[in-house]
């Protein structure tokens, strides 16, 4: 073989995959279509579950994370100027970390560096191969060359537009959809946080979150239309949008400043069903997609890690493939918990098109719920700062 398990994309889920079987002695190499540069200027998530701070550290990565993160203990949802403050650290011991997607993934390129890891950039027209034998065969173009790779396993970390998935015959896979009729505008800017946890607003204008990367960046979103453009939106347009969505509390505190980032992201949920095909494992977005109003996205990649990087370690330095057969059930039981969970904070929190009065007072009576009971605040942060692996 030439390498042990060829890692197809090179984001955070690849690259930490990459380093947990590294450390444990597993040759890999690393495929990402992108340069560096691009790789590192997605703006995406920003919490990260404590789970996937845990595992971040097993990994080796955590320094930077535990000197410049900050934990969270709570979130507070709110409608109209109603705040309701949801005690992670009270209610189940635990809390989450703010620490940015592009935070973790230049650590994970740093520490691959530091071993040595074949990391190739500008990967194209990937084709994976032999998924029945007894090796795998990824072939690509890089630099022009083609180039083939044998391997023992293929890790497709490629995301939903990558080759990974579609590898598995279509007549084997089962697709599961429900695309939202709403996208989140989202901007960052250098300005401090209107509050120093996340604000989950519904209001009668619509959704709204106050979310940040540190004490001087904020990544703020308002809910729009499908239809709408990036150039629709001015940035005074979106200050305007965004403090007559959150309480008038966090409103009197906003500080405004121009953007440095603007986009609009659709909303979906998606899984696809198995996530292994012979020696291909899928995990992250080649597999599920969630809305992020459940932080789930980058955290499902994580637990994805969890459980593919036990079963190769298993496989390629003990012989049992048990973990292998058994990769995609146990995966996807997890992954339908997040999604349903990041479906039913989306539903909470948003208004749908057409929507009668009937879906507003649903949402208020859903938040007067969590005012109330404790037991349905502590299913909420359970699920918030993650169940267990």
Request: overall charge negative; some cysteine; aromatic content about 8%.
């Amino acid at each position: 073989m030439d390498t042990q398990v060829v890692i197809i994309g090179g984001g955070p889920s690849g690259l930490l995959l990459s380093q947990v079987l590294n450390r444990a002695g597993i040759a890999t190499v690393v495929l990402e279509r992108s340069s560096r540069a691009h790789v590192l200027s997605r703006i995406r998530a920003g919490v990260l579950e404590w789970g996937s701070v845990e595992l971040l550290r097993e990994a080796g990565i955590g320094a930077r994370m535990d000197a410049q993160g900050l934990p969270h203990d709570g979130t507070y949802l709110t409608d109209g100027d109603r705040m309701v403050h949801i005690d992670f650290k009270a209610l189940t011991g635990r809390r989450v970390m703010i620490y940015g997607q592009t935070e973790v993934t230049e650590d994970l390129y740093a520490a691959q560096d530091a071993m040595g890891t074949t990391v190739l950039h500008g990967v194209e027209d990937v084709v994976i191969e032999d998924l029945d034998a007894a090796q795998a065969s990824v072939s690509f173009t890089v630099e022009g060359a083609r180039r083939t790779l044998t391997c023992a396993y293929v890790a497709g970390c490629d995301g939903f537009h990558g080759v990974s998935r579609k590898t598995i015959p279509e007549a084997k896979r089962q697709e599961f959809e429900r695309v939202y009729p709403f996208g989140w505008l989202g901007i960052l800017s250098r300005t401090p946080p209107v509050h120093d946890e996340l604000i989950y607003a519904n209001s009668e204008h619509g959704f709204a979150l106050a979310s940040m990367r540190n004490p001087n960046l904020v990544r703020y979103y308002v809910q729009v239309p499908l239809s709408d453009k990036v150039e629709d939106w001015s940035d005074d347009r979106f200050w305007t949008e965004f403090k007559r969505r959150i309480p008038a509390q966090a409103a009197a505190a906003l500080v405004t400043g121009p953007s440095i980032e603007k986009s609009i992201a659709p909303l979906r949920s998606f899984v696809s069903e198995p996530l292994r095909w012979g020696r291909l494992l899928l995990l992250g977005d080649a597999a599920h997609i969630v809305p992020p109003t459940g932080a789930k996205g980058l955290n499902l990649a994580f637990s994805d890690v969890h459980y593919a990087s036990e079963a190769l370690i298993a496989a390629l330095t003990h012989g049992s493939t048990a973990g292998i057969d058994g990769y995609s059930a146990r995966a996807l039981q997890r992954i339908w918990k997040a999604m349903r969970f990041s479906w039913q904070m989306t539903t909470m929190l948003h208004q749908f098109e057409g929507e009668d009065s009937f879906a507003a007072q649903m949402r208020r009576a859903t938040l007067a719920h969590l005012a109330d009971s404790e037991t349905a605040q502590k299913d909420l942060a359970e699920n918030y700062i993650g169940l267990p692996y």
